[in-house]
């Protein structure tokens, strides 16, 4: 029964992460404010790392990051090897969180967008000659951040609710077991 479960549960998992990605990929850049677009991937893989630890952020965020970076056409793993340490640096948190104050998951969301995109400063334009970092700080992190921020809130709700549900579901059938 367990395993079914462990199944059903990395199902759910792709689900999201794939629905994410569509999202991340193919509506929200018609809807741009401030010339930015949310990042979902930061939001789901910050999400798993805070409710379910290092191991799980790490893998959520290195598939993320495979996908994207196969559609993407950048440097192949340059997204994976990014999110990766995002989930780990999250998963960091899991003994500090607690289910429904959403403060934590908030300001955690809001700081690996803002490391994702000094990482994607340093990586991609900084070692191509391009200073400006103040600008790129002020025009597209910081816009991108609060933005992510506000889509993030209904997002974690939904993946909390389904760890929720996954967490019941396997408390119920361990206590079956004994």
Known sequence: ???????????????IVIVGFLLQTSIFPRM????????IMVIIITS????????????IGFFSGLLLDFFSGTNFGF??????YLGFLCGLFKK???????????????LSDVIYGVAIFVLLFLLRGKYDFLFYLTNVILPEAVYT???????YYVILKINQRFDKENKRSARKLV
Do not use: H
Request: charged share 15%.
């Open 1 to 15: 029964m367990e395993i079914k479960s462990t199944v059903k549960y990395i199902l759910v998992i792709v689900g």
């Open 32 to 39: 741009r404010l401030a010339g930015v677009t949310p990042n």
């Open 48 to 59: 798993f790392g805070l409710i379910r630890g290092r191991k799980q952020g790490m893998m």
């Open 79 to 84: 997204y994976a090897i990014i999110y990766l």
């Open 96 to 110: 500090l969180f607690f289910g429904d104050d959403i403060k934590l998951p908030l300001v955690l969301i809001g």
């Open 149 to 155: 921020i506000l889509v993030a809130i209904p997002i």
